[in-house]
């Protein structure tokens, strides 16, 4: 496995270098507004990828936490079992399946040339590249530090390049993964209380909170999620979360998203 070291100074394994500079900076912004970390959480970290996540709330909480990772793509996992493996796999336990609102077995689009936008939703691919395609274009200015080197290029090759390079990440393999709920973990592992609930899914997200039955909703203090605002979803997130308690919900997007239906929602209690 490739190997690569983060701004923070932890060594990781990876699978796709170049990637690892944009989620690092993307997953920083899962905790500001009302969300919070501290020592002694239990954090869900859905949609954990090789663990970027899960190894910067390790670090922020000085290695007291307990995280559960979960990763349904195969090759993605064994990266992100072998991150925790080196670092501390008592308090970062991983788990080979994705989170669902029912246990089954569902056929992925897994990029392995852009490994954080496999899905379990491949009949949308194309008109996610495009909403890409146009917020890259648009808001060049904002792009991951790897990717501002473009805005001084002519337009003209700057759209070709970004289409290109779209168009590489946007190649897919079909894998069969396993998928569970949120309510079958917490009861397999008796947990009794969620501190945060990080959820990036690439479309799945409502299905993942709809995997929560009604009496272990009271367990979860937060929850931060990137939404596909397709079919109202945000809107419909956003009102299960206010009946479920949540009094607190702050909506945002990456200024380098402008334009496109891909937000960030921010929850928790008063």
Excluded at 58 to 74: S, W
């Amino acid at each position: 496995m490739p190997e690569i070291k983060l701004p923070n100074g932890m060594e990781i394994f990876c699978l796709q270098e170049e990637e690892v500079p944009v989620l690092y900076e993307q997953i920083q912004d899962y905790v500001k507004y009302g969300i919070e970390l501290h020592q002694g959480d239990t954090v869900f970290d859905v949609g954990a990828n090789i663990g970027l996540f899960a190894l910067w709330t390790y670090q922020k909480c000085q290695k007291d936490v307990n995280i559960y990772a979960f990763e349904p793509i195969p090759t993605i996992f064994n990266v992100l079992q072998a991150n925790a493996q080196r670092f501390d796999s008592e308090k970062i336990k991983v788990f080979p399946c994705g989170l669902f609102k029912e246990s089954k077995s569902v056929a992925f689009a897994y990029h392995p040339n852009a490994t954080m936008l496999s899905t379990a939703y491949p009949e949308d691919l194309s008109e996610l590249q495009q909403q890409l395609q146009g917020a890259m274009i648009r808001n060049i200015k904002y792009a991951p530090k790897s990717f501002r080197w473009l805005r001084w290029a002519p337009s003209f090759l700057r759209s070709l390049l970004i289409t290109n390079k779209l168009q590489r990440a946007f190649q897919i393999e079909s894998v069969t993964c396993q998928l569970r709920t949120i309510s079958e973990i917490i009861r397999e592992h008796k947990i009794e209380q969620i501190d945060l609930l990080k959820i990036d899914v690439e479309k799945s997200e409502l299905d993942v909170l709809l995997g929560i039955e009604a009496q272990d909703w009271p367990k979860l203090k937060q929850i931060v999620v990137e939404v596909h605002n397709i079919e109202d979803r945000l809107q419909k997130i956003t009102a299960l979360l206010k009946e479920q308690g949540f009094s607190e919900i702050k909506v945002e997007q990456e200024a380098m998203l402008n334009g496109s239906n891909l937000f960030n929602l921010y929850a928790w209690r008063r």
